[in-house]
């Protein structure tokens, strides 16, 4: 059963708009973490974004903002005043497993795209 | 500077060929990881290793075996390749294992088998 689903595989966004993408997420444990990444067409995975399941409070970095919704499983990115520069997959992880033997598990992607 | 560092960025071997991928982080970090992207851009984890000791091997094929020679580096070594392991192979690490530990990858290894 897919643990993370992301339903957009591909958006299409005007520059300085902002963005959200889906993300909703499956586990029966108490204690999780969801991660976003940004994956450019140069390949490599860049972090951007951490969530707690016990954060009171969304998190934030920069123009990143977590939307948590813990009684709807979901955990969607918000990036505000897109540049061009965010044209890029963009993927979101659940960890889990036991204590010392975690791992992430990584939805299918979402390809974003910014029009000038 | 870089954080972590994987060698070499493209392989281009033909098939029944054995090949391996180095990793090396600097962050200090306890834990590497390593994961397989499909040509669909899925991501999965394959091994990960927690100060040299294996973790979790996640049902991947004996031909792939990786070593850790300290808690900096870990090797993925990959024998008799098939044209099905073409994929992009990272490598990461994270300081702990659990909590709110944050893996940060390395850029890369793009495997092509012919």
């Known amino acids: 059963a897919q643990k993370i689903t992301q339903t957009q595989p591909g958006m299409f966004v005007q520059e300085k708009e902002a963005v959200t993408l889906d993300c909703t997420y499956d586990?029966?444990?108490?204690?999780?973490?969801l991660f976003w990444y940004k994956q450019p067409s140069s390949g490599e995975m860049i972090f951007l974004i951490y969530q707690g399941s016990y954060d009171q409070q969304n998190a934030t970095e920069g123009r990143y903002s977590l939307n948590f919704q813990k009684a709807r499983k979901s955990a969607n990115l918000v990036i505000s005043a897109s540049q061009l520069g965010d044209s890029a997959m963009y993927f979101c992880a659940m960890r889990e497993g036991q204590q010392g033997a975690q791992k992430l598990v990584f939805g299918q992607g979402t390809r974003l795209t910014i029009n000038p | 500077d870089t954080a972590v560092s994987q060698t070499p960025k493209y392989l281009v071997t033909q098939m029944g060929n054995d090949k391996s991928i180095k990793c090396e982080q600097n962050l200090g970090h306890d834990t590497m990881y390593w994961y397989k992207q499909d040509s669909k851009k899925f991501l999965k984890i394959m091994f990960s290793y927690n100060n040299k000791e294996l973790i979790i091997n996640e049902t991947v094929p004996n031909r792939f075996s990786p070593k850790s020679p300290d808690k900096a580096h870990l090797n993925l070594h990959i024998n008799s390749l098939e044209l099905g392991d073409s994929a992009v192979y990272f490598c990461a690490s994270s300081l702990l294992q659990g909590a709110a530990d944050t893996q940060y990858f390395g850029p890369g290894t793009r495997l092509t088998v012919l």
């Open positions: 586990t029966s444990d108490p204690s999780y973490g």
